[in-house]
C-alpha cells in the first residue's frame, strides 16, 4: 500500500500535516498518538494473556472434572 509513495507524496503530506496543526501543537499530537499506540500493544497484550488462561483454565477443569 505505501509502496506507491514517493518522496513529494510524502512531503506533501507532512506539509498539510504542519499546516493543520502547526509547529507548536506538532510535539503534543505525537505523544498523544505514541500513547495510543502503547495502550493499544499493551491492550492486545492483556488480551492475549487473558485468552491463553481462559484456555488453560478449561483445560484444567476437565483433567480434574
Known sequence: MFQNFG???IALILVIVLLLFGVGKLPSVGKGMGQAINEFKSA???KD???DSDS?????EAKTG
Open 7 to 9: 518522496i513529494w507524496q
Open 44 to 46: 492486545i497484550d492483556n
Open 49 to 51: 494473556k487473558k485468552s
Open 56 to 60: 488453560g483454565d478449561e483445560a484444567d
